[in-house]
């Protein structure tokens, strides 16, 4: 029995066009015409149509399904075992993101309870970038010092997030005046403003030890968004971040030695930028909540 294209179409759940580009792609054509010239599938164009089908829907390329329907050498099984190796770590990453979102609903439903003069008046120009968050979510979930600060953040009252935000924005004209004045980074006033910077983690959020305190140094050169949560964009200067690595370093050698040589230091379970990803929380909460023209 023969069907036309409209009838494939239908029972197929797919549209005329689609049928006609597996045509002319040489993936899928009709073995047999009408007098009129009209396309007619056969029992075993359905049949491939079927295959066709399944292959789409486990995210397989065109040119990957003609290969597969029609080279005998090629490996359909190896294929399909890693496409389903791919799924799973989609799978896997979804359910990352849920966690992610129901962590960011309960920051909105328990975040810190300020009108938009109020969020505005704390946290000034701090802003948070959302990938930033998610990302430092994904990869730090685990973590225990990831736990620790995003717990304390969660406990700020309001009064503990303005006193908190006044100590960052002392900090940072301090930091900005010894940049511009001409500090050498790893001099006397540079250490201490590193110092008084993990001093300030530590104070906050969770214990920082010299080791941990480089790592977020580092992460304020390697990503823009970490850098803007501790100096805003516009009050940046060209090598403001290298600048406080680079005192960071110094402080963290004084106190511990120096530092191991990249490969030796190198620590896949390293704590995240805790400071940052704390603050940008609270800050993206409240700019949420801010009104268009103000954001």
């Not at 990453?93 to 505005?120: K, N, S, Y």
């Not at 992460?219 to 960071?248: H, W």
Request: charged content about 30%.
């Amino acid at each position: 029995m023969s069907y036309t294209v409209g009838q494939v179409a239908g029972f197929a759940g797919v549209t005329v066009r689609t049928l006609h580009h597996y045509d002319r792609a040489g993936l899928l054509t009709p073995g047999e015409r009408s007098n009129g010239g009209y396309r007619l599938y056969g029992e075993a164009d359905l049949a491939r149509l079927q295959q066709i089908l399944f292959y789409r829907e486990l995210g397989f390329t065109l040119d990957e399904i003609v290969e597969i329907l029609t080279d005998p050498q090629a490996d359909a099984l190896a294929r399909l075992r890693a496409r389903r190796q791919a799924l799973r770590e989609q799978i896997d990453r979804l359910e990352r993101l849920v966690e992610v979102a129901e962590r960011a609903m309960e920051v909105q439903q328990t975040g810190v309870p300020l009108d938009p003069r109020e969020r505005f008046e704390v946290f000034g120009e701090i802003t948070f970038d959302l990938s930033y968050a998610t990302d430092a979510e994904l990869k730090w979930q685990g973590s225990a010092g990831h736990r620790a600060a995003m717990k304390s953040a969660a406990e700020h009252t309001k009064e503990d997030w303005a006193d908190l935000m006044g100590e960052a924005t002392r900090w940072r004209e301090d930091l900005l005046a010894a940049f511009d004045a001409g500090e050498p980074a790893a001099g006397e006033r540079a250490l201490e403003l590193a110092e008084a910077h993990r001093q300030h983690i530590a104070r906050w959020f969770t214990p920082c030890p010299p080791d941990m305190h480089r790592r977020i140094a580092d992460d304020f050169v390697d990503d823009a968004r970490a850098f803007a949560l501790v100096v805003p964009p516009s009050q940046q200067r060209p090598g403001l971040a290298t600048y406080l690595r680079t005192a960071v370093r110094a402080n963290a050698e004084s106190r511990t030695g120096p530092q191991a040589r990249p490969e030796e230091d190198a620590n896949p379970h390293a704590e995240p930028e805790v400071e940052s990803r704390a603050v940008g929380a609270a800050a993206e909460s409240s700019r949420s909540s801010l009104p268009e023209g103000v954001r």
